[in-house]
């Protein structure tokens, strides 16, 4: 039985001669990222920002469009509605009015019990809570706290696994696709919040990244040990190649499973679908054409020849033409 390849074996392209195009692609959109998030900012949801946690029992399972149709009907900001289990108990969230002010909540909460009451007769009113300001505030500061120590984490490995340049590379790749994605959602903050779930996103993001970069790292270093005079350039376009299918392969698979999830996740995961959609997307690109080939700049080189004992004309004849470029 043939299996499926969405890149063939024997690859031949340079990613290396686009480096400098890839250089100034990504430098580029990183810094219209860092302005979309200085002018726009992110659209935080109820966890970061405090709100108005109200929970519905219904006799049925209701459908969310319209349970968001009746509480956004009632002026009390945008909702962000979340279904139990058993599709029965839906949980509205609102973003604060006046934490603080006690009465005003309760107004709130009053107002869209009426409204759901008299769309949905059967439903009841099971509880609601607040989230302050301080909390929200914790989450924010844990939450960046958690992406920046992930952040050093992966880099120091790398740092220790490989060498200091593949360190650099992965630490700047990973920020790049951190700051796509962040830029992403200040550019459509009309359509998605940035809540905790966005945050699991980009922290999933970053281990899908830096599991692409090691392969590839790992690679490169192989084949510098492995052909000892070939020159830098030449083997990360070798390495690169030969983990090409392996990297395409796992995209896909992993966006068809994001797509069905973005179709049928509903509005709760549809800000963690979108950003993980995104993430791949561009950690993909930054695997192959940033991480990699930052490494000529940053001054990698192959280690010293030491030929083993006995190595004939012959052998280095045959090594050449294994790593000779082939012809398109």
């Known amino acids: 039985m043939k299996l499926l390849k969405l890149v063939p074996d024997d690859t031949n392209i340079d990613f290396v001669r686009l480096r400098v195009w890839a250089f100034a692609l990504t430098a580029f959109l990183s810094l219209a990222a860092v302005g979309l998030v200085a002018v726009r900012g992110l659209n935080f949801g109820v966890d970061f920002v405090g709100g108005l946690s109200i929970e519905e029992r219904f006799d049925a399972p209701p459908s969310l469009d319209r349970v968001r149709e009746v509480v956004d009907a009632q002026g009390v900001g945008q909702a962000a509605l ?7 108990t839906v949980t509205i969230r609102l973003p604060v009015q006046d934490s603080a002010d006690e009465g005003a909540t309760n107004a709130v909460v009053r107002k869209v019990q009426t409204a759901i009451g008299r769309e949905f007769p059967g439903a009841t009113f099971s509880r609601y809570s607040t989230v302050s300001g301080k909390v929200s505030g914790e989450l924010i500061r844990n939450g960046l706290l958690a992406v920046v120590l992930a952040v050093l984490g992966i880099g120091l490995f790398a740092i ?10 992965t630490v700047v790749a990973i920020v790049h696709d951190l700051l796509m994605t962040l830029g992403f959602f200040a550019l459509m903050r009309d359509w998605f919040e940035f809540d905790l779930n966005t ?8 281990g899908y990244s830096i599991n692409d970069k090691i392969v590839i790292d790992d690679r490169i270093r192989e084949n510098m040990r492995r052909y000892r005079k070939m ?4 083997i990360i376009n070798l390495s690169v190649n030969e983990t090409l299918p392996r990297t395409v392969m796992t995209s896909v698979t992993i ?8 179709i049928l996740g509903g509005h709760v995961l549809r800000g963690f679908t979108a950003a993980m959609i995104l993430g791949i997307v561009v950690g993909t690109y930054s695997s192959i054409y940033v991480s990699s080939s930052l490494l000529i700049s940053l001054g990698l080189r192959a280690e010293p020849n030491r030929e083993k004992p006995g190595t004939t004309d012959k052998s280095r004849r045959q090594d050449a033409e294994r790593i000779a470029p082939r012809e398109s």
């Open 82 to 88: 979340q279904q139990s289990s058993d599709q029965r």
């Open 160 to 169: 220790f696994r490989f060498e200091w340049q593949f360190g650099v590379s």
């Open 199 to 206: 945050v699991a996103a980009v922290l999933t993001i970053i």
């Open 231 to 234: 020159d830098m350039r030449e």
């Open 255 to 262: 966006l068809l499973a994001l797509g069905a999830l973005l």
